[in-house]
């Protein structure tokens, strides 16, 4: 199975202010034929499900605010959350689609300081 | 809008079989363009696929798992079941059904998720 590792475990940014966190890939999950890196990212706020915000790695999902971006390619990742807001309090996984084995990063918990 | 409620018992007895129903209502599950998947998450842990149906009644599972889980669907009632044999306190977990995307010809993402039913598995 593809191990996905993020990091940091936990994160401490201030209202306003930029918060990244990663992810990596224990092998390229970018496919050739049609150079896409097949990573999601969620949102899991406390007692609720996860919710998608980005696919492709960079493809924002509908109605998500466009403070949230993803980047990277091959095994290294990036999830930017420009001006961090108190609403984006939550854990953040990445998940990849590259195998049929489908495996997620263990999570970032995002805090405000 | 679709919605996904999980329903089936909160307490599951060690070595005994574990029984979810996944009901999908605003949209139809008889459909090429998704998979439909269970994910689980232990108390204050990770997330954890666990498989996939599509409504040919194609599945496949995690490997971690394979042995003891069945994934099955009745499109009638726009139902996923998952059923997962021989417990253990390990199986302890909130399990959540999903809509799997199909994108290129395959799974990819999961979205949109059920609220998640909580399942302890204890005697």
């Known amino acids: 199975d593809i191990v996905m590792t993020q990091s940091p475990d936990s994160l401490t940014v201030s209202l306003g202010e930029r918060a990244t966190i990663n992810c990596k890939s224990s092998q390229s999950i970018l496919y050739s034929s049609n150079n896409k890196n097949y990573l999601a990212w969620y949102q899991q706020k406390p007692g609720q499900p996860p919710k998608l915000l980005i696919y492709w790695a960079s493809t924002r999902e509908s109605g998500v605010p466009d403070r949230f971006s993803g980047s990277g390619s091959g095994t290294d990742f990036t999830l930017a959350i420009s001006s961090l807001q108190a609403e984006d309090v939550a854990v953040y996984y990445c998940?990849?689609?590259?195998?049929?084995?489908?495996?997620f990063g263990q999570g970032t918990k995002l805090e405000i300081k | 809008q679709l919605q996904l409620q999980e329903s089936g018992p909160g307490l599951v007895n060690p070595a005994e079989t574990l029984s979810l129903t996944c009901t999908v209502s605003g949209g139809s599950i008889s459909s090429s363009s998704y998979f439909w998947g269970w994910v689980r998450q232990p108390p204050g842990k990770g997330l954890e696929w666990i498989g996939n149906?599509?409504?040919?009644?194609?599945?496949y599972y995690a490997t971690s798992l394979k042995s003891r889980v069945t994934i099955s669907m009745d499109t009638s009632k726009r139902q996923l079941s998952l059923k997962l044999t021989s417990v253990t306190a390990a199986d302890t977990a909130i399990y959540f059904c999903a809509r799997h995307v199909r994108e290129e010809a395959r799974p990819c993402w999961f979205d949109p998720w059920g609220q998640g039913t909580l399942v302890t598995v204890s005697s």
């Open positions: 149906i599509v409504y040919t009644g194609y599945t």
């Open positions: 998940q990849q689609y590259f195998t049929d084995s489908f495996t």
